[in-house]
């Protein structure tokens, strides 16, 4: 095997994303509850191991992988123990790549780590960048789904309304308190509810 | 012909009939779940002891006296504390390694951090 695997990354849009978290969530959790079961999904429906590896984060800068025969999750064993919000989003990610990429894991058929390390090497950055992309999407749209999105923050803007605070004249500090309040609600952090209202212009529809 | 189960097997079948999660199931009764995971994927021995078995039993729920009960203590006393031969055989480091592995940053590992990952691997 050699750098020539011609590993493509697929082209997904953001809403051929957005369907493939809504059948991910169709077929696992069609009640649709928030918060999302990400833990119990992976291992009970789909039957993967979540092993803790300590050190991940401060050896390798890493969250999380999935092994190539894409029978195990390893996760950061602090990560895993001491940052829940992170930890759902560390396997609702990886679960992203092993609906999004199985295709790529597919083609890993390595017989030995030097054939390892050219197959992972002949990644181009470019194509990593999209399959994080698509993964982190993926993980975002599954742990925060739009209609759950849609409702909370109305009753959110409502409420800080209520404490007569001026969503126009006080935008960044308003939005942060709601989406710390969202954060809460589908157990992930801030960053990944910003994210959302953002890419999903759900705050644009407040201005 | 009906495949043996083994030992690690039927204990991660029973914490999934309990419906808990490895981590929940480690929280609630002061395991390691970096252990646990190795036992279930039987990559560590049953224990020897009949005490931590019996512990471990009741973790599970598994009624004393049951038909579980005796399935989880004679596949414990099958595997007489090794790690089962066709496990050693089918497990390939190769297997385990990740094909998307980049720093939070996107960055490429370096070789020497790669074999690093190789050696945390084989004990996990």
């Not at chain 1, 295709?103 to 390390?117: D, G, L, Q, T, V």
């Not at chain 2, 020897?48 to 004679?74: P, V």
């Not at chain 2, 066709?86 to 074999?115: C, H, W, Y």
């Amino acid at each position: 095997m050699s750098n020539e695997n011609n590993i493509k990354a697929p082209v997904f849009s953001y809403d051929e994303i957005c369907n493939h978290a809504d059948h991910f969530l169709k077929q696992y959790h069609p009640c649709r509850e928030i918060p999302i079961p990400i833990e119990e999904i992976a291992e009970f429906q789909i039957g993967l191991n979540i092993v803790p590896i300590p050190g991940l984060l401060r050896a390798f800068d890493v969250d999380g992988f999935t092994s190539s025969d894409l029978s195990n999750i390893y996760v950061d064993e602090f990560i895993y123990s001491d940052r829940p919000g992170r930890y759902r989003f560390t396997l609702a990610h990886e679960v992203g790549h092993i609906f999004l990429h199985k295709e790529i894991y597919s083609k890993a058929n390595f017989r030995n780590i030097k054939e390892w390390k050219d197959f992972i090497n002949s990644i181009s950055e470019k194509d990593h960048g999209w399959l994080e992309y698509q993964a982190y999407s993926f993980g975002g749209l599954v742990l925060v789904p739009r209609e759950h999105l849609i409702r909370l923050t109305k009753f959110y803007v409502n409420r800080v309304q209520e404490e007569d605070i001026s969503l126009r004249e006080n935008w960044d500090f308003a939005w942060d308190l709601i989406a710390a309040r969202l954060a809460k609600d589908f157990e992930v952090s801030s960053d990944v509810i910003e994210k959302r209202l953002n890419k999903d212009k759900v705050m644009e529809t407040y201005r | 012909m009906k495949e043996k189960k083994l030992f690690g097997e039927y204990f991660k079948a029973s914490r999934i009939a309990i419906k808990k999660t490895l981590r929940q199931f480690c929280i609630g009764n002061g395991l390691d779940p970096g252990n646990i995971s190795k036992l279930e994927r039987s990559l560590l021995p049953p224990p020897q002891s009949r005490e931590k078995l019996e512990e471990y039993a009741g973790y599970l729920k598994i009624k004393k006296g049951s038909d579980g009960w005796y399935t989880f203590f004679d596949l414990a006393a099958a595997e007489t504390g090794k790690i089962p031969d066709d496990i050693m055989a089918k497990e390939k480091i190769e297997d385990k390694l990740p094909i998307l592995f980049r720093t939070l940053r996107g960055q490429k590992v370096s070789d020497e951090n790669l074999e690093k990952l190789i050696k945390i691997l084989r004990n996990a």
